[in-house]
C-alpha cells in the first residue's frame, strides 16, 4: 500500500481523522504515514494537516489535494477492477498467427470464438513462418512441427498434423507410376520442394516403420506452401503439401507409395514466454483443442 501516491495517503488520513487509524488499514506503523506527509509538505512548501496533541484536521490546501487524493484512489480502484475482468474474461485484441494453408480451414473455429466473447477482437496475421511473427507482438503462433527453443517459449500441443505427398491427376497420368517410395528419386519425376536438399521422412501406416526418402533433385524451388499447392495441381510434379490443401483443389491425388505417407509433427500453440497466458490465449487455446478433436481427417 506505500506504493500509493502521497495525495492518496493523505486523503486517508483525513479521512480517518488520525495516523493511527489510516495506518491500520494499511497495515503499517503510524510514523510511516506521518514521515510521508511531513515530505509531502516540504515538497510543496505548505502546511497540510494541522496537529495537536488531541486532533488533527487538514487545512484549506490539505482539504483540496485531499479531494484530488480521492479522486485518484477511485481510479486506481478502477483500474484494478479492469485488470482482475481481464485475467478472469477473454477481451480485447488478441493477436494471432497462424500457418498457411491452415489458417483457411479456421474461419468456423474464429467465428464460434467472437460469437462466444463480445469483448473479444482478433488479428490473424497468415504467413508460412508464424513464429516468426512472435518478435512482432503477436501474442501465440499455431506452429506445425517441432518448436525451435523450446525452453523460451511456452507451448501447448493439440495433436499432430502431417503433409501428404500429392500430385495431380493429369500428372500422374503421362508419367510412370509411384508404387514404392524409391520411385519418388527417379530423374522422370518433378519434385517441388522449399530447399536444393530436401529429405521426405516417412513412416508405414500400419507398422509405423520409419523411413527416410531422398527424392529426385527438385526441378522447382518455392518457399510459399500455397504456391507449391497451386503447382502441384496445375500439374507441374509431385511435393509435399499441407493437407489442407487437398479440399480447395479436387484435381489432386494423395500418393502413399508402398503404403508409406508423411510423418508429420505436433500442432501446437507457441506463446513468446512459458509464462502463464492472457485469458483471450487460453479460450483460443480451448477453441482450438475442441476444433481438432472433431477433425481426425486433418489431425492424430
Known amino acids: 500500500m506505500l506504493d500509493e501516491p502521497d495525495l492518496v495517503l493523505l486523503a486517508r488520513v483525513i479521512d480517518r481523522g488520525s495516523f493511527a487509524r489510516a495506518a491500520a488499514d494499511l497495515d503499517v506503523p503510524p510514523s510511516t504515514l506521518s514521515r510521508r506527509v511531513a515530505a509531502l509538505e516540504r515538497r510543496l ?127 500422374l497420368d503421362r508419367l510412370p507410376p509411384i508404387r514404392y517410395p524409391r520411385d519418388l528419386a527417379s530423374p522422370a519425376h518433378t519434385i517441388i520442394a522449399r530447399s536444393r536438399h530436401s529429405t521426405w521422412e516417412l513412416a508405414h501406416a500400419r507398422s509405423g516403420r520409419l523411413l527416410t526418402v531422398t527424392p529426385a533433385p527438385p526441378r522447382v524451388l518455392v518457399a510459399a506452401k500455397s504456391l507449391a499447392a497451386e503447382l502441384v495441381a496445375a500439374g507441374v510434379g509431385i511435393s509435399l503439401i499441407a493437407r489442407t490443401s487437398i479440399r480447395a483443389h479436387p484435381e489432386l491425388r494423395i500418393l502413399e507409395p508402398g503404403g508409406y505417407r508423411p510423418a508429420g509433427g505436433a500442432i501446437s500453440l507457441v506463446t513468446p514466454s512459458a509464462r502463464t497466458s492472457a485469458p483471450k490465449v487460453r479460450a483460443f487455446a480451448d477453441a482450438m483443442k475442441a476444433f481438432v478433436a472433431t477433425r481426425p481427417d486433418l489431425f492424430t
Do not use: C, K, N
Not at 59 to 69: F, K, N, S
Not at 100 to 123: C, S, V
Not at 132 to 151: C, K, M, N, S, T
Open 45 to 171: 512548501g505548505v502546511r497540510v494537516l494541522e496537529r495537536t496533541t488531541r486532533q488533527l484536521r487538514s487545512t484549506e490546501v490539505g482539504e483540496l489535494l485531499a479531494a484530488r487524493g480521492r479522486r485518484v484512489r477511485l481510479e486506481l480502484e478502477d483500474a484494478e477492477r479492469v485488470v482482475a475482468d481481464h485475467r478472469s474474461s477473454p477481451r480485447g485484441l488478441l493477436r494471432l498467427a497462424v500457418p498457411t494453408p491452415t489458417g483457411d480451414l479456421l474461419g468456423p473455429l474464429f467465428a464460434g470464438l467472437l460469437a462466444r466473447y463480445p469483448d473479444l477482437r482478433l488479428e490473424l496475421g497468415v504467413s508460412d513462418a508464424p513464429l516468426e511473427l512472435l518478435g512482432r507482438g503477436f501474442d501465440a503462433a499455431l506452429h506445425a512441427g517441432a518448436v525451435p527453443g523450446h525452453g523460451s517459449y511456452g507451448v501447448m500441443s493439440f495433436g499432430h498434423i502431417a503433409p501428404v505427398i500429392a500430385a495431380s491427376a493429369s500428372y
